[in-house]
């Protein structure tokens, strides 16, 4: 059996992985992304231009028009219901079981949010409809005693996040700490950035205010504020500026994001429990557990995450916390690096409020230019004399090489009659393309779950990996989800 120049190229990944760890972080998995998605092709590709991939977007259409034959309930629409039916908030998804909150007005005009077990109705599987934490949906056949019932339509979304994966999110709160960790510029960018890119309010908020003077608070505060953001100091630990947070956080559903060891468990914490102003106590939303739930339960704090098991990818389960006050709040882990994935080069710009207020206060409205990225071509109104302007370049940079990397990788890649294998002992065996088509839009996903599967495989040799921080990882585990 001839060796091939993709398994030579497989049996040399640990090798490549290392040494692209070494030198550019972000971008080592891309590597073995093109080597798994590319077997057959990924020498010829490297050279040619790149082009649109027609049956990618083809298969992405179809996939809406399948999409859409589900009764897609708009937003605020209020349905009939049974006895047995009941319009939920999806809080927690732990295998198949989605943890639903109801809302019931009981006698004494005490809200109470219920929490049912359920599963997804099969037709929203098998046409596709993913349930999301956070999507709002109809829950029927519902046994109001043993506490379960089945979800059976999914409500239009107001929002999606895809790191992690939440829908109807109506505020992201980006934490950092002043110290312990301190504040990186670069980092908070990136976060800022990728939580702009949603457009769904945000605040930042600034924690460990207390392990700092009070200068270096007014200095961040002003250099903060050039960035075109008013951040909201406080400190769980002597509880200043909670009050604020509770406020912004109130009757909404907010993720917060932002690094390791900030202080988002305990913030969260802190504001389901003994903060309370006098103000959040009158309206408190009552819950009502299943007996035995533990997923709503206080979240750990100060803990390392670390992947548990081996060979299976664990997920990153997301919660909705319900606060007292009412809304629903969402840990997260916390990555150091956003993936950005969904952001483009020309969407980049707007992520930034300095230049969204140098395009809107320049005469005429915009550049000289139609698409400026705004690299200081004469003519484009975006001056160099603020601090954030090399941050744009160097994510303009990233954004750039991974498109280019995205569209060779998925852009060019032909459609070849023959597929690659891996058969019995790891040897490479071609076989012809059988798949009808209509399966084959979830190729990307399969090569995907493949890609996971290696990079447990990689694991396994290489201890030191840290997979859970990597974003392109992350972002393929969120998707295949
Ligand atoms: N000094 C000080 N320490 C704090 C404050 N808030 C949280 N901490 C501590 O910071 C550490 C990390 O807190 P966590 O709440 O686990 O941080 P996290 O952002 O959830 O971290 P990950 O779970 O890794 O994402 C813990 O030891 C907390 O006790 C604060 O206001 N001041
Ligand atoms: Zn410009």
Request: proline letters at 6%; one cysteine or more.
């Amino acid at each position: 059996m001839p060796i091939t120049s993709f398994s030579l190229f497989r049996s040399r990944l640990p090798a490549i992985t290392t040494v692209l760890r070494r030198h550019s972080p972000p971008y080592r998995h891309l590597f073995i992304l093109s080597a798994k998605q590319t077997p057959s092709n990924s020498r010829q590709n490297v050279s040619k231009k790149p082009q649109p991939n027609k049956n990618l977007l083809k298969a992405k259409h179809t996939f809406k028009d399948y999409s859409s034959l589900a009764p897609v309930l708009a937003p605020n629409e209020t349905p009939s219901l049974s006895d047995s039916q009941a319009v939920g908030a999806v809080a927690a998804a732990q295998a198949n079981f989605m943890r639903v909150i109801v809302q019931r007005e009981p006698e004494d005009g005490m809200k109470t949010g219920l929490e049912l077990l359920c599963v997804v109705r099969a037709v929203l599987k098998k046409i596709k409809r993913r349930v999301l934490v956070g999507d709002k949906v109809v829950v029927g056949s519902i046994d109001w005693v043993e506490r379960r019932g089945v979800i059976e339509n999914v409500f239009q979304r107001s929002s999606e996040i895809v790191d992690p994966p939440v829908a109807n999110v109506d505020r992201l709160l980006v934490l950092f700490s002043m110290e312990q960790p301190p504040v990186e510029p670069f980092m908070l960018t990136r976060f800022l950035v990728e939580a702009e890119s949603y457009r769904i309010p945000l605040t930042l908020a600034l924690n460990k205010t207390e392990l700092v003077d009070e200068e270096t608070l007014f200095a961040w505060k002003n250099r903060l504020r050039s960035w075109g953001y008013e951040p909201v100091f406080c400190s769980v630990e002597t509880k200043n500026g909670l009050d604020s947070l509770a406020f912004y956080l109130r009757d909404q559903t907010t993720v917060i994001v932002g690094p390791s060891g900030v202080g988002k468990s305990s913030l969260i914490n802190v504001l389901r429990s003994d903060h309370r102003t006098p103000d959040s106590l009158e309206g408190d939303n009552l819950f009502d557990p299943i007996s035995g739930s533990k997923w709503f339960e206080d979240q750990r704090v100060g803990e390392v995450s670390t992947r548990s098991g081996r060979g299976k990818h664990t997920t990153r389960h997301v919660s909705l916390l319900p606060l007292l006050g009412g809304g629903y709040v969402a840990d997260t882990p916390g990555f150091n690096q956003p993936s950005l994935l969904k952001v483009t080069k020309q969407s980049l710009a707007q992520a930034f409020p300095e230049i969204r207020k140098m395009l809107k206060d320049s005469e005429p409205a915009k550049c000289s230019f139609n698409d400026c990225l705004h690299l200081g071509e004469p003519g484009c109104i975006v001056k160099g004399d603020w601090e954030r302007y090399p941050y744009y370049f160097q994510l303009l940079d990233e954004i750039r090489i991974r498109e280019e990397f995205q569209l060779r990788t998925f852009g060019t890649k032909r459609e070849g009659d023959v597929r690659y294998k891996v058969g019995d002992m790891g040897v490479q065996q071609a076989e012809p393309r059988l798949e009808p088509k209509k399966h084959r839009r979830q190729s990307r996903k399969r090569i995907n779950q493949s890609l996971l599967d290696e990079l447990d495989e990689l694991e396994d040799d290489d201890d030191s990996l840290d997979l859970e921080n990597d974003p392109i990882v992350r972002a393929i585990e969120n998707e295949n989800q």
